[in-house]
């Protein structure tokens, strides 16, 4: 029997799923485990392993796995902690065949207080405050799995509960999707819109303003201090670099690759500790379009046998290690930070 979202709301920490973590996990500096082992924080990030798609947490050295949402007939994707540390927010994949839909919602860092934000939307980031979401709304009426059929940019405010539009009305073919420290930016990969083909954007975030930060690739994650971009630099490479959005017009400098992997295991994914000193990211093969129906493994929900959550450490290069072994489509990481006024649990 299906169960309504009402009836999440309710759901305790202690009905939790454990377990059992991983052995053994690959990299090329295992000594990071106990690195991170010592960091107060967690990881969040999606993954497939019970049959559906669920968010799972885990310590930030990848011990005590817990499954968070528990819901077998919908597919919970791509988790983004608020900057406390106390929400989570995410899309569901919910409903079947020509029905199916990709909300929005968030809930507190222990899976209860599920509360739907949007229908039909997806891409969240949260305003440096933890006050604000926001979020790209689908291109389509119909369901897709593509990440960019995105048009424009919505601000939701959570204490009010209103929504308001970017004043840009031209946004179009948005995703992964970054708010600046100081509200005044966001950073997002545009795919064949606004006249780009393929860059990543610094977009106004009150403004009309779009300019090219010029560094290839895709999916751009920015630091918590705002003085650093990470992204997927090619398909195999997690890039690193300087940003300054205070520059007219705003730029990224000293760009180098943290993790480097070869055809054909690729890096995507990737977000940056709170505290500055590590990336996680995913590594996995990658799969001939045929296999995927034309879908490609990085996409959100798309089922990639092989891939993991592994963590680097941002300022040297290709030391990391694998944060997960079974390779059941472990995806999408997300840095959790400890609950602030609440001991950290």
Same mark, same amino acid.
């Given at each position: 029997?299906?169960? &309504?979202?009402?009836?999440?709301?309710?759901?305790?920490?202690?009905?939790?799923?454990?377990?059992?973590?991983?052995?053994?996990?690959?990299?090329? %500096?295992?000594?990071?485990?106990?690195?991170?082992?010592?960091?107060?924080?967690?990881?969040?990030?999606? !993954?497939?392993?019970?049959?559906? *798609?669920?968010?799972?947490?885990?310590?930030?050295?990848?011990?005590? +796995?817990?499954?968070?949402?528990?819901?077998?007939?919908?597919?919970?994707?791509?988790?983004?902690?608020?900057?406390?540390?106390?929400?989570?927010?995410?899309? #569901?994949?919910?409903?079947?065949?020509?029905? =199916?839909?990709?909300?929005?919602?968030?809930?507190?860092?222990?899976?209860?207080?599920?509360?739907?934000?949007?229908?039909?939307?997806?891409?969240?980031?949260? &305003?440096?405050?933890?006050?604000?979401?926001?979020?790209?709304?689908?291109?389509?009426?119909?369901?897709?799995? !593509?990440?960019?059929?995105?048009?424009?940019?919505?601000?939701?405010?959570?204490?009010?509960? =209103?929504?308001? @539009?970017?004043?840009?009305? @031209?946004?179009?073919?948005?995703?992964?999707?970054? *708010?600046?420290?100081?509200?005044?930016?966001?950073?997002?990969?545009?795919?064949?819109?606004?006249?780009?083909?393929?860059?990543?954007?610094?977009?106004?975030?009150?403004?009309?303003?779009?300019?090219?930060?010029?560094?290839?690739?895709?999916?751009?994650?920015?630091?918590?201090?705002?003085?650093?971009? #990470?992204?997927?630099?090619?398909?195999? %490479?997690?890039?690193?670099?300087?940003?300054?959005?205070?520059?007219?017009?705003?730029?990224?400098?000293?760009?180098?690759?943290?993790?480097?992997?070869?055809?054909?295991?690729?890096?995507?994914?990737?977000?940056?500790?709170?505290?500055?000193?590590?990336?996680?990211?995913?590594?996995?093969?990658?799969?001939?379009?045929?296999?995927?129906?034309?879908?490609? +493994?990085?996409?959100?929900?798309?089922?990639?046998?092989? *891939?993991?959550?592994?963590?680097?450490?941002?300022?040297?290069?290709?030391? *990391?290690? %694998?944060?997960?072994?079974?390779?059941?489509?472990?995806?999408?990481?997300?840095?959790? +930070?400890?609950?602030?006024?609440?001991?950290?649990?």
């Amino acid at each position: 029997m299906k169960r &309504s979202p009402r009836s999440w709301r309710c759901l305790p920490a202690l009905a939790l799923l454990a377990v059992q973590a991983p052995a053994a996990p690959a990299g090329t %500096a295992p000594e990071l485990l106990g690195e991170l082992k010592a960091l107060p924080y967690k990881i969040i990030y999606e !993954t497939n392993r019970d049959g559906n *798609w669920e968010l799972y947490v885990m310590n930030a050295d990848g011990s005590d +796995p817990m499954n968070l949402t528990r819901t077998p007939d919908i597919d919970e994707l791509y988790p983004k902690a608020s900057p406390d540390g106390s929400r989570i927010a995410f899309v #569901a994949d919910e409903g079947a065949g020509k029905a =199916k839909v990709r909300n929005l919602y968030v809930m507190h860092r222990d899976g209860s207080g599920r509360t739907r934000v949007c229908d039909n939307a997806r891409e969240p980031c949260w &305003s440096a405050d933890g006050a604000a979401l926001a979020f790209l709304k689908a291109e389509l009426p119909e369901f897709t799995y !593509t990440d960019f059929a995105t048009k424009g940019i919505l601000i939701h405010e959570l204490a009010t509960g =209103k929504t308001r @539009a970017h004043p840009n009305a @031209a946004i179009l073919h948005l995703y992964t999707l970054n *708010w600046s420290l100081d509200g005044k930016w966001f950073v997002a990969t545009v795919h064949g819109g606004m006249g780009f083909s393929h860059a990543i954007l610094a977009l106004e975030a009150s403004g009309s303003g779009v300019f090219d930060l010029r560094l290839g690739g895709c999916r751009p994650d920015l630091s918590p201090d705002g003085t650093r971009i #990470a992204w997927g630099n090619g398909d195999f %490479a997690i890039g690193v670099a300087d940003i300054d959005l205070d520059a007219a017009p705003p730029k990224a400098t000293g760009a180098r690759n943290a993790v480097q992997s070869a055809d054909p295991l690729e890096t995507y994914h990737a977000d940056w500790s709170p505290d500055g000193r590590y990336v996680c990211y995913t590594f996995g093969p990658k799969k001939k379009e045929k296999d995927l129906k034309g879908l490609i +493994p990085e996409l959100p929900g798309v089922t990639a046998p092989g *891939w993991n959550v592994c963590a680097a450490d941002a300022n040297a290069r290709n030391r *990391w290690i %694998a944060l997960t072994a079974d390779g059941m489509s472990c995806k999408e990481p997300d840095w959790l +930070p400890p609950e602030k006024n609440a001991g950290g649990r």
